[in-house]
C-alpha cells in the first residue's frame, strides 16, 4: 500500500501593484511518496524465533566461559583476562545482535530465505564467535530472521523494487524482533545495538526508522556498533545529516549515542568493497524511512570509527575463537599481542578500510589466522570480511566499556 503525500512550497513572486506588496503564489511541488512498511510474518514472542533470549533454557553463550587466554610468540600462555558472563543478567545494559549472511550453497539470485532452511548451528557458533563477549555488558538478544541473499545486496543491475521488497522483509523481521525486546524486555535499559555485513545493514535500518529522531531512542543508545559496513556516508567532512540525520560517528573513545563502523582489508590491498547497486543508492529504501537519504558520490564521502586505531600501522590485540590457532589452552577465546598491525586507510572519499597487516616477532610460531581468507573467492572484492570480528573485537570492547563509564 502506499501513501501519497503532495507538499505545497509557498513562493513569492514580485509583480508592479499600487502598493508594491508582495504577491504569494503557491506552486505545487512533485508527490513525494511514501511506502508502507511490510509485516513480518514471524512472531516473536515464541523463543524459537530467537538465536538467542535471556529466556532461552539452553542458551549456549551464557554456558561459554568468556576468558581471553593471551599466548605469546613461543605458544606460552602468559596469562588470561577474566571476563564475566552476564548473558542472562539484567546490568541495566541489553545487547541486541543481528548476524551475517549465513546460508547453504551459493546464492546466485535475489531472494528470501526462509528460517527452515537456513544452517541453525552455523550460525549460532557465528554469533558465539562474533558477540559472545558482549556478554560481559549484560543479557545478549539475538534474532533469526528470513535472510536476504547476497546478489540481493550486490549483484549488477538488480532491479531497485526487487530488491526493497526483499530487503524491507528482512527488516520487517528484525524490526518486529526489537519492537517485542523494547515492548517486553527493555524496562529502560541502556542498548548496544551490534551486526556484521547483512546484520550491520539491518541494523542501520532499524537506527533510522526508531532511533535517528527519537531524542528518548537516541538517549538508551550506548553505541551502533556496524561490522563490516564501508559506506556509512554523509557530507564530506561531516559525521552526520547523510545516511543517518541525527547520529553521528563516534569521534571520540567514549562518546555514547553514535556510531562504529570498520571493514577489515589486507594492508596494501586495493579497497573495493563498494557498488552502486547497494541498497544505499535505492530510493525506495528513503520512501520506507529507513534511510535518510541516498548516497550522493558528488559530495559525500564514506566514514569509519577512527577513534581507536590511527592512521599509522599500530599493534592491537587479535581474538579469535581457541579452535582457529595452534592451541587454545582450554579457553574458548584466544588472544595473541604483536602479532598484526592495522591502520585506518583512507584513498578517496569512498575508498576507506581497516588495513591489517601479519607481522610476526622473529621466531614467532603463531599461525596466521588471516592467510586463509586470502584464498577465499571474494577476497579481492571484501578482503578480511569474514574477521571483521577478530580483527577489530578487543578495540571495539575497550571503546565501549569507555562509553559505559562515561554515559551513565
Known amino acids: ?237 561531516n559525521y552526520a545529516g547523510g545516511q543517518f540525520e541525527n547520529i553521528p560517528l563516534c569521534r571520540e573513545v567514549d562518546e555514547c549515542g553514535c556510531i562504529q563502523n570498520w571493514a577489515s582489508f589486507k594492508e596494501g590491498q586495493p579497497i573495493n568493497f563498494f557498488t552502486t547497486d547497494l541498497p544505499w543508492f535505492n530510493e525506495e529504501f528513503v520512501r520506507y524511512g529507513v534511510i535518510n537519504r541516498t548516497i550522493d558520490l558528488q559530495t559525500d564521502w564514506f566514514v569509519m570509527d577512527e577513534a581507536y586505531i590511527p592512521d599509522t600501522l599500530t599493534s592491537f590485540r587479535y581474538i579469535v575463537l581457541g579452535g582457529n590457532v595452534n592451541a587454545n589452552y582450554g579457553f574458548n577465546y584466544i588472544g595473541h599481542d604483536n602479532l598484526y598491525v592495522a591502520r585506518m586507510r583512507r584513498d578517496s572519499n569512498n575508498q576507506i578500510g581497516l588495513n591489517v597487516a601479519f607481522m610476526p616477532e622473529e621466531g614467532d610460531l603463531r599461525i596466521n589466522d588471516l592467510a586463509i581468507e586470502e584464498q577465499h573467492p571474494l577476497f579481492d572484492f571484501w578482503g578480511y570480511h569474514t574477521k571483521d570480528y577478530a580483527t577489530y573485537l578487543w578495540p571495539l570492547l575497550v571503546q565501549i566499556d569507555a562509553k559505559l563509564a562515561n554515559c551513565n
Open 1 to 237: 500500500m502506499k501513501k501519497i503525500f503532495a507538499y505545497l512550497i509557498p513562493v513569492v513572486m514580485w509583480t508592479c501593484t499600487d502598493n508594491m506588496e508582495p504577491v504569494i503564489d503557491i506552486v505545487e511541488e512533485e508527490p513525494r511518496e511514501v511506502l508502507e512498511q511490510p509485516i513480518s510474518l514471524l512472531d516473536y514472542s515464541s523463543i524459537g524465533n530467537w538465536a538467542f533470549h535471556p529466556d532461552q533454557v539452553v542458551n549456549l553463550i551464557s554456558n561459554y566461559d568468556l576468558d581471553i587466554g593471551l599466548v605469546d610468540k613461543d605458544l606460552a600462555l602468559i596469562g588470561s583476562i577474566p571476563i564475566a558472563n552476564n548473558a542472562k543478567i539484567n546490568t541495566g545494559v541489553d545487547v541486541f545482535f543481528v548476524h551475517p549472511t549465513l546460508l547453504d550453497g551459493i546464492a546466485t539470485a535475489p531472494e528470501l530465505i526462509p528460517l527452515d532452511e537456513q544452517p541453525t548451528s552455523r550460525i549460532d557458533l557465528t554469533i558465539v564467535a562474533q558477540a559472545g563477549q558482549f556478554a560481559k555488558y549484560g543479557r545478549i538478544f539475538s534474532p533469526r530472521y528470513r535472510q536476504s541473499t547476497g546478489p540481493t545486496y550486490l549483484q549488477d543491475g538488480v532491479d531497485k523494487t526487487v530488491q526493497a521488497n526483499i530487503i524491507m522483509q528482512s527488516y520487517s523481521d528484525i524490526k518486529a524482533a526489537f519492537v517485542e525486546y523494547l515492548n517486553n524486555y527493555n524496562r529502560g535499559n541502556k542498548i548496544i545495538l551490534a551486526g556484521h555485513s547483512q546484520g550491520s545493514y539491518l541494523i542501520a535500518m532499524l537506527l533510522r526508522d526508531l532511533f535517528d529522531n527519537d531524542v528518548q531512542m537516541r538517549d538508551k543508545l550506548v553505541t551502533a556498533v556496524l561490522a563490516g559496513m564501508v559506506n556509512v556516508y554523509a557530507d564530506e567532512g
